[in-house]
């Protein structure tokens, strides 16, 4: 019996991709050892996410790094840095913005359920282009940077993007209008490890803030995420989101190397990130996950899990009316090995989104956005050789006993 089952919970295989709504990728052994192991003792925070700043900046080619609590987290903590910079005063009133520079210029097509976590700060979102145009790739319809820099005022706090295939503007556009007015360009790159180059890309082509999810290609807590980018901006995401100092001001002495003292007024109170405080496990957790992911380990486990689906393929087209085919890596989530299974249902007497019903009732969940297309899509992130049996055995038996 699993921890779970004593709880009355039934643990499922996850094939659907590190969500969030089944609790993110599965950690490697060497990750939970650590968060266990980091249990077990004390630590000053402010110290240990001095010390996570410096692994972070050496991953990410960032001049400073915070372990938050997921990447929605790194976002609102990004927007907050870059609305309140040093200014203490301006961090007691958020999420009243009034008479502060609180415009977040996106564009239109970019602007989803994720934002929320931009406007939690009391920033407006400054939406630019057209933004009922249809999806398309014409001229016309797409966002251009000239879109962005018409809405450049005195009120912009920052310029937000989305990293995903077919994004528009170019992100080099992005950040030539940006350098052109001196303003913080966030980036939100949640899903986009691996490759490992997605780690500093952004930071190299001269993004201000990255938010990256630590829970999903990293493999490290669930609950953990990575905000990385310009000092200054990191230290005022920090004290907004750590215990605030309990000694006087003249007497605070926060890590010099993280948070530099001399540029606030005064010692900062419980900011607007109190409530998405990171435990010291999970901070442990997600920088022992970092340093375990290379481009070595990730290839050897790219060629495994490869190997994995590709069997899979075989075995699946041994079934009339099955075809498989694997996945460009600019459209599978976090870019690990990911197989599509399209189900004939003429032929087979089933139709996709009734295999995925079928095997959700095997406990084994699988993606069922493309149903419509009769595609069922698998995830590998999670799996390994014995699981890919499984997944490959419940397929073939839901699907064959389905057969007119």
């Not at 009391?122 to 999806?135: E, L, M, N, R, S």
């Not at 350098?179 to 986009?192: L, M, N, T």
Request: one cysteine or more.
């Amino acid at each position: 019996m699993t921890v779970y089952e004593k709880f009355g919970v039934r643990p499922i295989i996850n094939v659907d991709g590190p969500l969030t709504k089944y609790g993110g990728a599965i950690m490697e052994k060497e990750t939970v050892e650590a968060m266990n192991e980091a249990a077990k003792y004390s630590v000053p925070l402010e110290q240990l996410q001095a010390a996570a700043s410096k692994v972070i900046a050496e991953k990410t080619h960032a001049q400073a790094g915070l372990v938050t609590s997921g990447a929605c987290a790194a976002l609102t903590l990004a927007t907050a840095a870059c609305i309140c910079g040093y200014d203490v005063a301006r961090m007691d009133r958020l999420p009243d913005t009034a008479d502060m520079p609180n415009e977040v210029i996106m564009p239109c097509r970019q602007i989803g359920k994720y934002t929320h976590a931009i406007r939690a700060t009391g920033a407006k979102i400054i939406g630019v282009g057209i933004a009922d145009a249809p999806d398309t790739s014409l001229t016309a319809y797409m966002t251009n940077k000239w879109h962005i820099e018409s809405m450049i005022t005195e009120r912009t706090a920052a310029i937000a993007y989305v990293v995903k295939a077919g994004t528009q503007p170019p992100f080099e556009d992005v950040i030539g209008v940006a350098k052109k007015y001196s303003v913080p360009v966030i980036v939100d790159a949640a899903p986009e490890i691996p490759p490992v180059e997605n780690l500093y890309r952004f930071i190299d082509m001269g993004a201000d803030l990255v938010c990256i999810s630590g829970g999903k290609g990293i493999r490290g807590p669930q609950n953990s995420g990575i905000l990385c980018g310009r000092k200054d901006l990191i230290a005022s995401a920090a004290v907004q989101m750590l215990e605030a100092p309990t000694e006087p001001y003249d007497k605070w002495n926060p890590p010099d190397s993280f948070i530099s003292k001399e540029r606030f007024r005064g010692a900062p109170t419980h900011g607007i990130g109190r409530s998405m405080k990171v435990s010291k496990e999970s901070i442990i957790g997600l920088l022992t996950a970092l340093q375990r992911f290379t481009a070595e380990r990730f290839e050897a486990k790219d060629i495994a899990l490869t190997r994995s689906l590709q069997k899979m393929k075989t075995e699946l087209e041994r079934i009339p009316g099955i075809t498989a085919a694997f996945v460009e890596r600019q459209y599978c989530l976090c870019s690990y090995p990911t197989l599509d299974v399209k189900v004939d249902e003429r032929i087979t007497g089933i139709c996709a989104a009734e295999v995925c019903s079928r095997m959700r009732a095997k406990d084994i969940c699988l993606r069922d956005n493309y149903v419509d297309q009769g595609i069922v899509r698998v995830y590998s992130i999670n799996m390994n050789e014995e699981i890919a049996e499984r997944v490959c055995a419940a397929l073939t038996e839901t699907i064959s006993s389905a057969r007119p």
